[in-house]
C-alpha cells in the first residue's frame, strides 16, 4: 500500500503538469496513458466531492424533522463514506496488481479509482435526489 501511495503521488503532481499537453483522444505512451487516466480519476473525484456536499446536505436537512433521532442520518453518511474509502484504495491497489511491477500497474489503478468513483458518486446523487 505504501508503494502505491507514493507512486499515487507522485504520478498526481506529473499528471497536472502533463494535463495541459496530454492529447487522451490520441494517448500511444503508457506514461500519456496514465497520465489520461489520473486526469480522468481527478474529474471523477471532483463529481464525487460535488454529489457528497449535495447528499450531506440532504441529510441534514432531515435529520431536522427527527433532531432526537441517534444516530443522525449525517453520522451515518460520513461512517458509510469513510468506509466506503476504506475499501475503494485497497480494492484498486488489488486491482492494479494485474499488472504489478510492470508500467501498466499506475494506470490501473487510476482506472479503478475512477470506475469506483463515479459508481459511489451516482450512489451519493441518488441519496441527495431521494431526500430532496
Not at 499515487?8 to 497520465?35: I, P, R
Not at 454529489?51 to 461512517?79: C, F, H, I, T
Not at 496488481?97 to 508500467?103: F, I, S
Amino acid at each position: 500500500m505504501k508503494l502505491i501511495a507514493a507512486i499515487f503521488g507522485a504520478c498526481l503532481g506529473a499528471s497536472a503538469a502533463m494535463g495541459q499537453t496530454l492529447d487522451c483522444d490520441n494517448a500511444t505512451s503508457q506514461a500519456e496513458m496514465t497520465g489520461c487516466a489520473s486526469m480522468a480519476y481527478d474529474a471523477a473525484d471532483a463529481e464525487l466531492n460535488r454529489q457528497w456536499k449535495r447528499a450531506m446536505a440532504a441529510m441534514k436537512q432531515m435529520d431536522r424533522y427527527s433532531p432526537n433521532a441517534q444516530p443522525s442520518g449525517e453520522d451515518v453518511l460520513r461512517q458509510a463514506q469513510r468506509a466506503w474509502i476504506a475499501f475503494r484504495d485497497p480494492a484498486c491497489e488489488a486491482e492494479s496488481y494485474l499488472a504489478r511491477g510492470g508500467t501498466m500497474q499506475n494506470q490501473l489503478f487510476y482506472v479503478c479509482l475512477e470506475r469506483l468513483s463515479r459508481q459511489r458518486a451516482e450512489d451519493l446523487r441518488l441519496i441527495a435526489d431521494g431526500l430532496n
